[in-house]
């Protein structure tokens, strides 16, 4: 099965900043990449699919990249509602494996 | 809308089995796979395999393959998820989730959750 990592597990940033968030599989997944938000308490939310498309009704300082191994979620210009834990998901020969998530919290 | 119900929580005690349900609505349920993630309490997100309501197709994440088992009721729009020889470590919240694969893969809505506790 493919094993995914995300860094940094936690960060603290500034209402405005931008914050990125990395993603790498432990082997090629073309663009078989998926971004959730998950807020506390709540349930999932889709973010990106496909590595960069974002889905409907996402604020579009969100943005996702990459292809391959390695990938990238950016929040162009935090914001207090961006508080919440990010997961991507990638997927490879019928598994799907999520990365261990990335705490964001504001400064 | 597109909407996913899952059943109430639930208490088991070790060694026991627990059922959870996800009841479909707002789209054509034999049209999309229906995914299980878990999450335990403070942890990340666990996939656990998926099924195809139309052709009764599963595949089991491998540390679950032994113990879960996932069926759907196509004429009620509802899927399953049986999971026995319950441990404290099951202790967690279950998800379902629709999978899309037009245009990529990804899972979209999710259920609202249902916490299994499993205490002696």
């Known amino acids: 099965d493919i094993q995914m990592t995300q860094s940094p597990s936690s960060l603290s940033a500034s209402v405005g900043d931008r914050v990125t968030i990395t993603c790498r599989a432990s082997?090629?997944?073309?663009?078989?990449l998926v971004w959730y938000q998950q807020k506390p308490g709540k349930v999932p939310n889709l973010l990106i699919y496909?590595?960069?498309t974002l889905q409907s009704g996402v604020p579009s300082r969100f943005a996702g990249s990459g292809s391959g191994t390695d990938f990238t979620l950016t929040i162009s210009s935090l914001q207090p509602e961006d508080v919440a834990t990010y997961y991507c998901?990638?997927?490879?020969?019928?598994?799907?494996?999520f990365g261990q998530g990335t705490r964001l919290e504001i400064k | 809308q597109v909407q996913l119900v899952q059943s109430g929580a639930e208490v088991k005690k070790p060694g026991a089995s627990v059922k959870v349900s996800c009841k479909a609505s707002?789209?054509?349920?034999?049209?999309?796979?229906i995914h299980w993630v878990r999450q335990a309490p403070g942890q990340g997100l666990e996939w656990m395999g998926w099924?195809?309501?139309?052709?009764?197709?599963?595949l089991y994440a491998q540390k679950f393959q032994d113990r879960v088992s996932m069926t759907t009721n196509t004429s009620i729009s509802t899927a399953y998820m049986e999971l026995s020889s319950l441990r404290a470590d099951d202790t967690a919240v279950y998800f379902c989730?629709?999978?899309?694969?037009?245009?990529?893969?990804?899972?979209?809505?999710w259920g609202q959750g249902t916490l299994v506790v499993v205490s002696s």
């Open positions: 099924m195809n309501p139309k052709g009764g197709d599963t």
């Open positions: 496909t590595a960069s």
């Open positions: 082997q090629d997944i073309s663009t078989y």
């Open positions: 989730a629709r999978g899309r694969k037009a245009a990529g893969i990804r899972f979209d809505p």
């Open positions: 707002g789209y054509t349920f034999s049209k999309f796979d």
């Open positions: 998901q990638g997927y490879n020969s019928g598994s799907y494996t």
